[in-house]
């Protein structure tokens, strides 16, 4: 695949403009608001947005006061959902998109088509984007400075492989990819990281919550060093990998995840609502 942005141009790019704030509760301002995200992957026909009225219908009042939800349907669906969801406060973001604003990428979608869209959120460097398309540390961080250039907050996923977790190098992979792969002008305002261990991912696979506490806590160091002191505390730090109803409660519960990636749980607005609903005990 080709790399658009050299490394060096992706890491200082990336202008801070507005995003959802990811600041949670005044009496707790260490801790980030909750971000629950689904992402739909190639599933969802135009019937398929009933399920955002349902996830809509859920959203309660207490709920809301919890956490945030979005959802990240096909790039078909963007600007339908964004209709069907405008006032509900729940947000819709893309899967990906390129690092150029326009040109001859047959196939491909900006950042800025999709905020035209109606979203605010643009899911990079997924692990099904790395596997299936080859995308590479680099890349994946010129497009989180798109999604930045476009006023949208970019979702960075990092994890390791089976193999990797054998090896005993997960930490050494999720650190490589966090350094490759978040451009240097994020910020708390335009930065989400999910730890997405590629063996968990629709394999009804997780870690324990001791190995979820491990990673997490890598990340939020080395968040230190790319959003500064100040803000470290306050960037979501999402897991993602067969997440359920009947595991969110634990997984939510660990230090420094502050919300989950959701894959096929997703689809459906009750399981969606069920792992977003840990929030309320
Ligand atoms: C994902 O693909 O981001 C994901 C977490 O999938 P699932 O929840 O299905 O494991």
């Known amino acids: 695949m080709r790399s658009l942005v050299s490394r060096g141009d992706c890491r200082r790019g990336g202008a801070l403009l507005s995003a959802p704030g990811p600041l949670g509760d005044p009496a707790m301002p260490n801790r980030p608001r909750p971000l629950v995200a689904g992402n ?64 001859a990428f047959t196939g491909d979608i900006a950042a800025e088509m999709l905020a035209d869209a109606g979203a605010t959120f643009a899911i990079v460097g997924h692990s099904e984007r790395r596997q299936y398309h080859g995308e590479k540390d680099a890349e994946i961080c010129a497009k989180a400075a798109a999604a930045h250039r476009a006023g949208l907050a970019a979702i960075v996923c990092v994890g390791e492989t089976q193999g990797e977790r054998e090896a005993g190098k997960t930490l050494a992979v999720v650190r ?22 590629v063996w968990a991912i629709g394999t009804g696979l997780t870690p324990t919550a001791a190995d979820v506490a491990e990673v997490h806590a890598l990340i939020r160091d080395e968040l230190r060093r790319i959003v500064g002191k100040a803000e470290e505390a306050s960037v979501r730090i999402l897991y993602g990998g067969s997440v359920k109803p009947a595991n969110a409660k634990e997984l939510l519960a660990v230090e420094n995840v502050d919300g989950a990636l959701v894959g096929g749980a997703s689809l459906l607005a009750a399981d969606f609502l069920g792992i977003a609903g840990a929030y309320l005990a």
Request: glycine share 12%.
């Open 40 to 103: 739909w992957k190639m599933n969802g026909l135009r019937r398929s947005l009933r399920v955002l009225g349902e996830i809509e219908q859920g959203y309660t009042p207490g709920l809301k006061a919890k956490a945030d939800l979005l959802l990240c349907p096909p790039a078909t669906l963007v600007l339908t959902a964004a209709h069907v969801l405008v006032g509900s406060g729940i947000a819709v973001g893309g899967q990906d998109c390129h690092a150029k604003e326009a040109g």
């Open 176 to 197: 490589r990819q966090l350094r490759g792969s978040v451009p240097e002008a994020s910020r708390r305002a335009n930065l989400v990281v999910a730890y997405e261990p």
